[in-house]
């Protein structure tokens, strides 16, 4: 909003002429004065105040004599302000709101509704007895249905906690090991990777073990179990596992194999994916095409759009080492998952790989090269919701945008 002086502003008698009533002021009656120029020392503009709630960023309140930046409301409406100056508080605190409700709509979407879709696709992963691989998103859903019915839904939503555990210890490390690098982050992104999903891989691990155990036979754990498992697993303590267990340092080269690829492809696509969406909405602005939700949009849905297909294009592209890494991950760890085929029973992990290779050579001979993509269907189910929650959002915020027009 951008509010101006009225028409009949006089500097005292504005507000109905309230000083001119008598008995105002007491003994200070007011002073009267005869022209415009006697007004001009007394009356001046306002000084331009930092972060006024006022003003926009980069503006300055105009002189005194200057014409206002908009028509207000009880003047003459003959057409919109030039450049979108007339837009309300209301409608800029709408924006601001909605853009922070649509980020979060999106996380809250990646986190928690695709958890479940996050554990099946595990499980089918790590299941070499499976005969069903779950290709198609029509049986993810029917074997879904079949776990929340004999376990309930905490088996659908089980490791939650540990995966957030893990993302904060990524970020963590991630930030310690920017601060103390003495080289620029921005020119060895990839090295500080390295070196975070090392820390990480632990930590993962143990998040990786509570997602694909069975809710059968699991134990109340609690929410740091994975920070002990995590350490215990560095320094050999904790809970015993068979010898069939693989050093960290025979899974350091797959786990930063598939975290170094991951980013790199994310963030390529990421930057072309929103290269051509802005260069689309630079052209239909030149083309005075747009409308102002259209605009609006534009600013706020290409980063979200732009994230989903390239967290789209990494996990499709690396879906077979990931599958691979998650079975060397939990190779040893005495590990009982549920039977993916049934839809109730259990099933140890008895695999005995003896590193990346002899998995990558095993897969393929016993399982086929569909083996590689056991639980597809789910990352199918997982971004068909992501992409169903976005376009709603989106929806909702253009019905918002266009009823506060």
Not at 135 to 151: A, D, E, G, R
Not at 192 to 210: K, W
Request: with cysteine.
């Amino acid at each position: 909003m951008h509010p101006r002086r009225p028409d009949g502003f006089d500097g005292l008698g504005y507000r109905g002429g309230a000083r001119d009533e008598p008995g105002f002021g007491g003994a200070f009656p007011a002073r009267s004065f005869r022209s415009a120029s006697d007004l001009s020392r007394w009356v001046t503009s306002p000084p331009d105040i930092p972060g006024s709630r006022n003003l926009h960023w980069a503006e300055e309140s105009p002189p005194r004599g200057a014409p206002a930046p908009c028509t207000p409301p009880e003047g003459p409406a003959e057409g919109p302000c030039p450049g979108g100056a007339g837009r309300s508080g209301g409608e800029e605190q709408l924006n601001r709101f909605a853009g922070f409700g649509i980020g979060l709509a999106s996380l809250f979407t990646e986190n928690v509704l695709a958890h479940p879709c996050i554990v099946l696709r595990r499980q089918c992963q790590v299941n070499y007895h499976a005969r069903h691989y779950h290709l198609t998103p029509f049986t993810v859903i029917n074997i879904m249905y079949s776990f929340n019915k004999t376990q309930g839904p905490r088996a659908l939503w089980k490791g939650m906690g540990s995966t957030f555990i893990v993302q904060g210890i990524t970020l963590g490390a991630e930030g310690i090991i920017s601060e103390f690098t003495p080289l620029p982050r921005y020119l060895f992104s990839i090295f500080h990777y390295y070196l975070t999903y090392i820390v990480a891989m632990p930590f993962y691990s143990a998040s990786l073990i509570e997602t694909v155990q069975s809710e059968i036979i699991r134990d109340g754990a609690g929410i740091l179990e994975c920070v002990k498992e995590g350490i215990g697993r560095v320094i050999g303590l904790g809970v015993p596992h068979s010898k069939r267990l693989l050093p960290l340092l025979s899974l350091v080269f797959p786990t930063v194999l598939h975290g170094v690829l991951h980013y790199v492809i994310s963030s390529v696509v990421q930057k072309v994916v929103l290269l051509v969406l802005k260069r689309k909405a630079y052209d239909s602005h030149l083309a005075e095409s747009a409308s102002p939700v259209q605009s609006m949009l534009d600013a706020y849905f290409p980063e979200l759009i732009a994230n989903f297909v390239a967290s789209l294009c990494s996990d499709v592209t690396l879906y077979p080492l990931e599958t691979v890494l998650h079975r060397l991950h939990v190779q040893g760890t005495r590990t009982i998952i549920d039977n993916t085929d049934l839809g109730y029973e259990v099933l140890p992990i008895n695999t005995q790989y003896e590193g990346m290779r002899d998995c990558v050579s095993t897969i393929r001979q016993e399982e086929g090269a569909l083996g590689f993509y056991k639980g597809f269907g789910a990352v199918v189910v997982q971004y068909t919701l992501h992409a169903a929650v976005l376009q709603i959002t989106k929806i909702i915020y253009s019905t918002l945008l266009q009823n506060s027009a």
